[in-house]
């Protein structure tokens, strides 16, 4: 059987970075550990607001979380008062954690992502929303494929749902897929992601890939004699 890889994981420091970005020795389970608390709960809370990622900085008494998401207005609400509100939870959050050692201000940023049918978290968590409402999943399937591969700059899409179908006795998986996915390609630029569709019948699992072309250095400019720089 062959060994698989995240395609997101495979390629960080190749063509994706890192989306915690600090460094720390002495305290890194720590934060750590407050980094996933952070993602976990904003993928709960902002379920239905088109969340794609959230990036994590850190600075010496404060964290800034920065989340792209496809619905920013549903976050912000009437003049910055829902991402008010939404920080503050999110500090009492993570004080509950801390026990009782000192929890770094916690800062949102906020960042509109326009081109959202080519975001993977995005797609899947549609999918999933589409499943829960018991809508056909083979229809699904096909609107979604459409859609995507129909979006400027997409060269490939596939999706796999795997689960009790329809409420089937046992669990299968089906997929479609449309254009190319190089997965062992480095330099592809290949957005991927998993989601969870929660039903009446049991859980269906989501998986998306995205392929929008292959990511190239940036050739050195050469000056006008000619000479390399």
């Known amino acids: 059987m062959g060994h698989k890889v995240n395609p997101t994981v495979f390629r960080i420091g190749q063509t994706t970075d890192w989306k915690s970005r600090w460094f720390s020795k002495r305290n890194y389970n720590i934060f750590l550990g407050q980094d996933l608390t952070i993602r976990e709960w904003l993928q709960k809370k902002l379920a239905k607001a088109g969340l794609d990622r959230v990036e994590i900085e850190r600075s010496a008494n404060q964290i800034n979380a920065i989340i792209f998401t496809a619905r920013p207005g549903l976050i912000i609400g009437r003049g910055g008062a829902g991402v008010e509100a939404l920080r503050k939870e999110l500090q009492k959050k993570l004080n509950k954690i801390s026990r009782g050692q000192q929890t770094p201000e916690v800062k949102l ?42 979006t400027k700059g997409v060269q490939g899409v596939k999706i796999v749902l795997g689960g009790r179908l329809d409420g089937a006795e046992i669990s299968r998986r089906e997929w479609l897929s449309k254009g190319k996915i190089p997965l062992q390609t480095l330099r592809a630029d290949i957005d991927y992601a998993t989601a969870t569709a929660f039903t009446t019948y049991g859980t269906v699992g989501i998986k998306v890939w995205i392929y929008k072309g292959e990511i190239f250095e940036k050739k050195k400019e050469e000056p006008k004699d000619g000479t390399a720089k």
């Open 109 to 150: 940023s906020i960042e509109e992502i326009r081109d959202a049918n080519s975001r993977a978290a995005v797609v899947a968590g549609m999918i999933a929303e589409q499943i829960e409402k018991r809508m056909p999943y083979r229809r699904v399937l096909k609107q979604f494929l459409e859609k995507i591969s129909q």
